[in-house]
């Protein structure tokens, strides 16, 4: 199955790459190796239910999740314009889950799964990477959650 027709199958419309926020770009190329800048929970550009405070406070490990997955949408999006077609994704190698944490909470591997659980959806086997969640003070925009992913390009 292409992964045109997974998304669709999955009831996701993948958006236009996000704008950058300052001076960088949402993804970048080397050899076969594609890099997504850190992506915020943004749909139609503003945060998504959940995607805005602190993790443990005003924001459940739930909505947070929820709010992951639709940071691994925005990653999806921007490695897929640079490399011309999601068709041009091969497979997902890495990610880093940023959470904006309250003091005491420590459910980051929760929150990742959102995003984890997305790309191994959308890539099957090929979608299985390895991972850091990282519990942070604050992120961009007061996010909840913020996530960066490496895929591998099809030759």
Known sequence: MSIRAKLAELGVALPDAPKPLAAYVPAVRVGNLIYSSGQLPLLNGALVSGGKGKVGLSVTKEEAKAAARQCAINALA??????????????????????????????????????????????????????????????????????????????
């Open 78 to 155: 921007a490695m897929a314009a640079c490399v011309g077609d999601v068709e041009n994704i091969e497979r997902i190698v890495k990610l880093t889950v940023f959470v904006a944490s309250e003091s005491g909470f420590s459910e980051q591997p929760f929150v990742a799964n959102g995003a984890s659980e997305f790309f191994q959806e959308v890539f099957g086997e090929n979608g299985r990477h390895a991972r850091s969640a990282v519990g942070v003070a604050e992120l961009p925009m007061s996010a909840s959650v913020e996530v960066e992913a490496i895929g591998v390009a099809k030759p």
